[in-house]
């Protein structure tokens, strides 16, 4: 795919507008004079490829005559989350479509078509006379969810009440959709565990933490 740099302000897609009903999600822009072609590119927040890795799989053409046509873009939503869409206008060079590379954000627009669950359990296991335990935590979400969103706090003669209250592990691998269940850690008896948001404002916007 070939990008260039817009040659002026003007060729800029402008104004994006957003609806989501029921299953249906509706986007609208305004047009760049003398622009017929723009590309779609959609992801999941906080995902999105840096323009040298897009490529022309990620992105999809869209015509200014399917845009009349439907009065816009519409797309079905077939999952939920928060998407990020960007329009991005093309021209035409030596006969091919050449995409052109807008620096603002203009042409941006984040869409939410719910909050996806991310369930989790805690199964304790300990012996009567030893001074640990063991803890195996399954964390079942319904989207696929990197590991630095998710965190477990540890502390001592109490859960934790919040993310600060406590001691602070990061988690080494992504979740899967479906049942995540991680090896048994070990801690001391009077230890105990809970699961966080790692930035609760950011991630609590996207996704929803249930317990078992």
């Known amino acids: 795919m070939r990008w260039l740099k817009a040659a002026s302000p003007e060729q800029d897609v402008r104004n994006i507008m957003s609806r989501v009903l029921d299953n249906e999600c509706f986007l609208t822009w305004?047009?760049?004079?003398?622009?017929?072609?723009?590309?779609?590119?959609?992801?999941?927040?906080g995902q999105e490829l840096p323009v040298e890795r897009i490529t022309e799989?990620?992105?999809?053409?869209?015509?200014?005559?399917?845009?009349?046509?439907?009065?816009g873009y519409r797309e079905i939503i077939d999952t939920i989350g928060r998407?990020?869409?960007?329009?991005?206008?093309?021209?035409r060079e030596d006969g091919k479509l050449a995409v052109l590379y807008q620096e603002n954000e203009e042409n941006m627009i984040h869409v939410s078509t719910g909050k996806a669950?991310?369930?989790?359990?805690?199964?304790?296991?300990?012996?009567?006379?030893?001074?640990?335990?063991?803890?195996?935590?399954?964390?079942?979400?319904?989207?696929?969810?990197?590991?630095?969103?998710?965190?477990y706090v540890k502390k001592e003669g109490a859960y934790p009440a919040h993310k600060e209250d406590g001691t602070v592990f990061p988690f080494a691998r992504d979740f899967e959709p479906g049942k995540n269940t991680l090896p048994e850690i070990e801690i001391n008896k009077n230890d105990y565990l809970r699961i966080f948001f790692t930035d609760g404002k950011k991630y609590g916007e996207i996704y929803e933490l249930i317990p078992e």
């Open 83 to 91: 998407y990020v869409y960007r329009v991005y206008p093309c021209v």
């Open 57 to 71: 799989k990620e992105m999809k053409l869209y015509t200014r005559e399917e845009y009349k046509a439907n009065a």
């Open 30 to 45: 305004s047009w760049p004079e003398g622009i017929q072609f723009v590309y779609i590119y959609k992801s999941r927040a």
């Open 117 to 151: 669950k991310i369930y989790y359990s805690l199964k304790q296991r300990k012996g009567f006379f030893s001074k640990y335990k063991s803890v195996q935590m399954e964390i079942r979400p319904e989207v696929p969810v990197p590991k630095q969103v998710l965190c």
